[in-house]
């Protein structure tokens, strides 16, 4: 007899498609202690490891981001941050991610690229092996500095081409660093082959998504959750099935003050746009690849149905090939339905 599964362990269960995640976010506390310590930076003073994730704004925040990615220095160092944070993500069922990373914040430090890269990609052939999870990668521009550093970066993209990198993303504090300064950056990247997206509307106007479609020619948009005070580009992004990936947790202490029912993820989903959801920067928000979902249902209110459909666009927002994707959307649906049938009737 099939026994009955709780919410939370469903949640957990669900196969899941990550597309908002950063590298440097995902760095458990005591592997930045032990990487410090290995390389001899130092640390503020902290009771325990856990308090070095403790800030009260996003400057505090991208700070000790920063610090993170400076502990951070060889093959090896890579390697393992990649590998633990893969690990963390099978252990939730996420079965394939397309995963953010820094490198500007490395090269500040004097990392090469290339050995960077070699590192991540190890991590991620090992959690391949250990896991089955599949990884691809998007080096993000900080959009706090000069467009020329941005394009710059996007040549060094280029000149050191894989097959596991794959995309360009735009991150860091978004208000007074518009998209389109980085206009040229995307356009070299997007004319060599690199799918393009960036973090837009998140703490500014809505016209900042249209500039990311039309100017930047962005695919899709992390964040995004002003684009609902504005009537038209809403529509407008309906109509296109723009997919936009939302981390709830993250953004809930940052912008909207910790109020998860009136989150705007719910007005957007609402209006129809194509919501996925992720968690951002896990262990310095306190969540996991399963928490974001369990927030959804349980403080946000969506439905067992909307939670399948997140899934969906995940898949859908995905840079997999079409055949890819057509097989994943098959097989995600299968296992999905599956286990909600294990679900006590609601």
Known sequence: MQHDMSLREFLKAIPKVSLHLHLEGSVQAQTVVELAEKHGVALPAHKVPQDIYSYPDIIKFLEVYSLVAHVVRDVDDFRRITYETLREASEHNVRYREMFWSPMAHMDVGVKYPDALEGIVRGIRDAKKDFGIDCRLIADI???????????????????????????????????????????????????????TAHSCEDAPPRNVETCLDLLGCERIDHGYHVIEDERITARCVEEGIVFNATPVSTAWVYFGNDLPHHPIRKMVAAGIKVTLDCDDPPMFKTDPTRDYIVAVEEMGFSIEQIREC??????????????????????????????AQLPER
């Open 311 to 340: 899934v969906m666009n995940s898949i859908d927002g995905s840079w997999l090939d079409d055949p890819s994707k057509r097989r994943m959307r098959r097989d995600l649906s299968l296992e999905f339905d599956r286990l909600a």
């Open 142 to 196: 900080d959009r706090m500095r000069e467009p020329e550093l941005g394009l710059e970066l996007v040549e060094t993209v280029l000149n050191h081409r894989c097959d596991d990198l794959i995309g360009l993303g735009l991150d860091y504090a978004e208000a007074g660093n518009p998209p389109e300064k980085f206009w040229k950056a995307f356009r070299l990247a997007g004319s060599r082959g690199l799918r393009l």
